[in-house]
């Protein structure tokens, strides 16, 4: 997840003064890593939008099956941008460890969380020194550039091979700018054969509900951007959707082993797409 400007600018012992998302959302599932200012707006927000757990539960468990279905695929090196906090709450994965619990059972996984809150950075590195093959990164995951060459990615991650890139959860903090700056700046600084995995809040569905958490965060200088399907499509670019293509989280597959929410209480969509390698034209025969 990533904040604003004014967010980035703020002293770390202001961080926890201030909501932040990835504490909100830990307070949403049921976790304990989260303050009384994330509480506060997290309660203003379940007031417009009582299906908010049930949202984060499903793109959370989307996330799983994506790292699972990219991890098949022979993918073995994980960026996770916007990682939230590293915890299990009350049987909900969070990220960085879904990811990897994910991608372990396929491959020996290689995975970077990447976070610009400096909490949930401060949480992610203790909990992941334990686990092998992961490291922890605090940066602005809008400079695309500068992470893919900061060194303790590319300690963990060799940028000649595809990387798997989890954007769960991440765009729709962002202006139309930041979001499609990311997105294209990922795509040319990663390999053909990389995958890039998104979940977004959409305006398609509870479309009053989304301006109205649109307008409480915006009292706190945090950008909240849901997007229709449409727009979501838009800012893919020249990531190529695979099979079932841009679907609400809980239809996105393999069908799962567990219950999860109907897509009704949802309100987001999902997308795995790939970097294809650049079409060449073929060589004119010689006379």
Not at 29 to 38: E, F, I, K, Q, V
Not at 71 to 100: E, K, N, W
Not at 216 to 242: D, K, M, N
């Amino acid at each position: 997840m990533t904040e604003t400007d004014s967010h980035h600018r703020l002293p770390l012992s202001d961080w926890a003064r201030v909501p932040g998302v990835a504490r909100i959302w830990d307070y949403l599932t049921g976790g304990t890593d989260n303050y009384p200012a994330d509480r506060a707006l997290a309660n203003q927000l379940l007031q417009e939008a009582p299906w908010l757990p049930q949202a984060v539960r499903a793109g959370r468990y989307y996330g799983q099956r994506a790292v699972e279905y990219m991890a098949r695929a022979g993918i073995t090196q994980f960026l996770d941008l916007g990682c939230g906090m590293p915890f299990t709450s009350r049987g909900v994965p969070s990220t960085p460890l879904h990811a990897y619990d994910a991608a372990v059972r396929f491959c020996a996984p290689s995975v970077v969380y990447v976070d610009s809150d400096p909490v949930v950075y401060g949480h992610a590195k203790m909990v992941l020194a334990e686990w092998t093959g992961t490291v922890a990164v605090h940066a602005d995951v809008r400079e695309v550039g500068r992470l893919l060459d900061h060194e303790d990615v590319a300690s963990v991650i060799d940028l000649s091979h595809p990387v798997a890139v989890l954007g769960h959860d991440l765009l729709c903090w962002m202006n139309d700018e930041d979001a499609a700056r990311v997105v294209a700046d990922l795509h040319e600084g990663l390999p053909p054969g990389s995958a890039l995995s998104v979940s977004h809040a959409t305006t398609d569905t509870a479309p009053d509900a989304m301006a109205a958490l649109g307008d409480l965060y915006a009292e706190h200088g945090i950008v909240f951007r849901p997007r229709s399907r449409y727009h979501i499509e838009q800012l893919l670019g020249p990531w190529t959707p695979v099979d079932p293509g841009l679907v609400p989280p809980a239809l996105w597959p393999a069908p799962p082993d567990y219950q999860l929410p109907g897509t009704d209480q949802c309100h987001a969509h999902a997308v795995v797409a790939l970097h294809r390698p650049a079409r060449t034209t073929p060589p004119t025969p010689a006379a």
